[in-house]
């Protein structure tokens, strides 16, 4: 089975902007959860999505949003960007049954 | 709220030796999950082993096992014949059973290095 892809891989915005990163869980995976990773902040769980419906939201602005498709594909959208939201941003999908997280590459995002 | 503490930032083993990461937690569940993920310099999240806290018997998958201490509230990971690649940084997370969603809380990270 294919793994845990987001795209883009790379971005570069500036402070103001607004940003739509993507995930594609694991085939038959239905359960997808966003982590933002920084040098100072660790990792901080964003939200979690299944079957369409929002289960999980973290300690975020409301800049920080997200939805989920019927594919189960994810994408999460951060409005009004500021230079602290530069991050690694990382997605993980699982089995409701498991509830193993098995994570993507992540999405880089700097913010000038 | 439960939360996860990794009291050291940085550990070094010598190639071939064992050694061993610390991971202690606070939560007043009973039940719930506890994992230990690796991340190299890629970046990419890689599972490395996972314990239930109602099991007692602790888990292992080949050079790597845990010892679940849940009184305690300590679950250290223990790796064995260390070798190039497993320097990374290790998190420690916990998570609460699944059907109270499927949120990871992490540890602040160990970065392990291996000396050849």
């Known amino acids: 089975k294919a793994g845990v892809t987001q795209t883009p891989r790379y971005l570069i915005k500036t402070r103001g902007q607004q940003v739509t990163l993507s995930c594609s869980p694991i085939s038959g995976h239905r359960s997808v959860s966003w982590y933002q990773q920084t040098p100072g902040q660790g990792l901080q769980f964003l939200f979690e999505?299944?079957?369409?419906?929002?289960?999980n939201k973290g300690n975020f602005p409301g800049r920080f949003s997200g939805r989920q498709f019927s594919n189960s594909r994810s994408e999460m959208n951060v409005s009004t960007l500021e230079l602290g939201d530069s991050a690694l941003y990382l997605c993980?999908?699982?089995?409701?049954?498991?509830?193993?997280?098995?994570f993507g590459p992540g999405t880089r995002l700097t913010v000038l | 709220a439960q939360t996860v503490t990794q009291s050291q930032p940085e550990m070094s083993v010598q190639e071939a030796e064992t050694v061993t990461l610390s991971c202690t937690y606070d939560?007043?569940?009973?039940?719930?999950?506890l994992f230990w993920y690796k991340q190299p310099p890629s970046r990419q999240m890689i599972l490395v082993i996972r314990?239930?806290?109602?099991?007692?018997q602790n888990a292992t998958e080949n050079r790597f096992s845990v010892n679940f201490q849940k009184a305690a509230k300590s679950f250290s990971l223990k790796i064995s014949d260390s070798q190039l690649g497993d320097a990374a940084m290790y998190f420690c997370a916990y998570r609460r059973p699944y059907n109270q969603g499927g949120k990871l809380i992490f540890g602040q990270g160990t970065e392990l290095s291996v000396k050849p």
């Open positions: 993980a999908s699982s089995l409701v049954s498991q509830g193993i997280g098995f």
């Open positions: 314990q239930e806290a109602y099991k007692q």
């Open positions: 999505y299944f079957s369409e419906t929002q289960r």
């Open positions: 939560t007043s569940e009973s039940d719930y999950y």
